[in-house]
């Protein structure tokens, strides 16, 4: 009984400071009252996204399709990490890859474990997928739409690695806000999703409301 009561207190005790789990102590006088308010010159940069994976070296294979090369190598406890970076004109942008030792995976014999399909899971929280914009890619190219840059891609992956892209949802088009957008869904390496978004056009007039139910859902199209 005396060392369950010695248990709890130790768990109650632990807090976060710093980005680290310590023993409850005073934080510097400015932190121990979280003060920050919409006026408050505090800006959060966005630093990574982190994705799972069996095989670290066919992930980085796949994310170099995206423009995503490599920047740090590392372990994470037992684990195999890096970080990918992603450097253009129109932005910036960062994952890291983890590769989940075969140990942990628990692969019974000629299974190969994958994420869990988000694209028929609809009934699930929590983060859903990265998306990527490739309309300065289209243009660049001189493409007309979604479809073509997804064929673009899908050969380079097969004369790069011999791999064919998995495609979750075909290009279809949809309105967000006053913007008249192409998506579709890609299937990464392991299975999660990666969206893809084609600006085709601005309306001049503004869109109160972008909630209102709508009779018909937008179907599948292609460049024709």
């Avoid at 279809?172 to 084609?198: C, K, N, P, R, T």
Wanted: glycine fraction near 6%.
């Amino acid at each position: 009984m005396l060392k369950a009561i010695c248990l709890l207190s130790f768990i109650t005790a632990l807090s976060f400071c710093d980005g680290f789990i310590i023993l409850r102590r005073p934080c510097t006088s400015q932190s121990s009252a979280f003060r920050a308010t919409a006026t408050d010159d505090v800006a959060l940069t966005f630093h990574h996204t982190a994705i799972k994976t069996r095989n670290i070296t066919l992930a980085i294979q796949f994310y170099s399709l995206l423009g995503f090369e490599p920047s740090e190598k590392f372990r994470t406890g037992p684990a195999k990490a890096a970080w990918l970076e992603q450097r253009s004109s129109s932005g910036y942008g960062r994952l890291e890859l983890i590769e989940v030792p075969p140990y942990l995976l628990n692969e019974p014999e000629g299974m190969k474990r994958q994420a869990i399909d988000l694209a028929k899971r609809q009934d699930l929280l929590g983060q859903n997928h990265l998306a990527l914009d490739v309309t300065k890619s289209i243009q660049n190219k001189g493409l007309e739409c979604l479809s073509e840059w997804i064929d673009v891609l899908n050969q380079r992956s097969v004369e790069t690695f011999g791999k064919t892209l998995r495609v979750a949802v075909e290009p279809m088009q949809q309105m967000i806000g006053s913007g008249v957008y192409e998506l579709a869904f890609l299937y990464d390496a392991d299975g999660a999703l990666i969206e893809l978004l084609h600006q085709q056009a601005k309306l001049p007039q503004k869109i109160t409301s972008g909630w209102e139910p709508r009779s018909v859902e937008t179907e599948g199209f292609s460049c024709q």
